[in-house]
């Protein structure tokens, strides 16, 4: 018996998915702490700079990241898989 070398399209969607979302994760993670580390530098940071440290920032961006990245996933596949 031989194995399909072609990936189903539950497996192609799959992996669409899980890419976009690592990928928004990463991109937006580290905007987010560049964005915090600039604001920190300031001559006169922001109190909400003060208040949230990069690392907090970084993994607020990394959230929004995955979640933006898996609606654009289901977004550029819709028509394809559903």
Same mark, same amino acid.
């Given at each position: &018996?031989? *194995?399909? =070398? %072609? =990936? @189903? *399209?539950? %497996? ?5 998915? /899980?890419?976009?979302?690592? !990928?928004?994760?990463?991109?937006? !993670? @580290?905007?987010?702490?560049?964005? !915090? ?5 300031? $001559?006169?940071? !922001?109190?909400?700079?003060?208040? *949230? =440290? =990069?690392? /907090? @920032?970084?993994? $607020?961006?990394? &959230? &929004?990241?995955? &979640?933006? #990245?898996?609606?654009?996933?289901? #977004?550029?596949?819709? *028509?394809?898989?559903?």
């Amino acid at each position: &018996m031989q *194995k399909n =070398p %072609h =990936p @189903s *399209k539950d %497996h192609r969607l799959l992996f669409i998915i /899980i890419f976009c979302a690592v !990928s928004g994760a990463i991109l937006n !993670s @580290s905007a987010a702490w560049a964005e !915090s580390t600039t604001c920190w530098q300031a $001559e006169n940071p !922001s109190l909400q700079c003060l208040n *949230k =440290p =990069p690392v /907090i @920032s970084a993994i $607020e961006g990394g &959230m &929004m990241g995955i &979640m933006a #990245g898996t609606g654009a996933a289901l #977004g550029a596949v819709w *028509k394809r898989f559903f």
